[in-house]
Nanobody
Framework: QVQVVESGGDLVQPGGSLRLSCETSGGTSRIWAMAWYRRAPGKQREMVARIHLDGRTNYADFVKGRFTISRDNNKAYLEMNSLELEDTAVYLC?????????WGQGTQVTVSS
């Protein structure tokens, strides 16, 4: 079983930046895909960005080039710039491989002036 732990969430002003980290443990193989999702108050969970083992990335349209996902083996990062009020949410990391679909508890990002 792979455990997932997110960190890096904080209170930031509009236009600010944050870097989220996702660390995994308990696995012995490279994780096929790692993704960031978010869940805003009163909204459904939505995918923010995904990075595959070969480095391919996918982004949600609302990212608009502001966010960058990266990975280092079985760790993933989300660099967020030009943060907007609407980016306020709990950000969750998801690790997927054959037989593995693990989620962390999330890290809170609050964008407020």
């Amino acid at each position: 079983q792979v455990q997932v732990v997110e960190s890096g969430g904080d209170l930031v002003q509009p236009g600010g930046s944050l870097r989220l980290s996702c660390e995994t443990s308990g696995g012995t193989s490279r994780i096929w895909a790692m993704a960031w999702y978010r869940r805003a108050p009163g909204k459904q969970r939505e995918m923010v960005a995904r990075i595959h083992l070969d480095g391919r990335t996918n982004y949600a349209d609302f990212v608009k080039g502001r966010f960058t996902i990266s990975r280092d083996n079985n760790k993933a990062y989300l660099e967020m710039n030009s943060l907007e009020l609407e980016d306020t949410a709990v950000y969750l990391c998801n690790a997927v491989s054959p037989g593995i679909d693990s989620w962390g508890q999330g890290t809170q990002v609050t964008v407020s002036s």
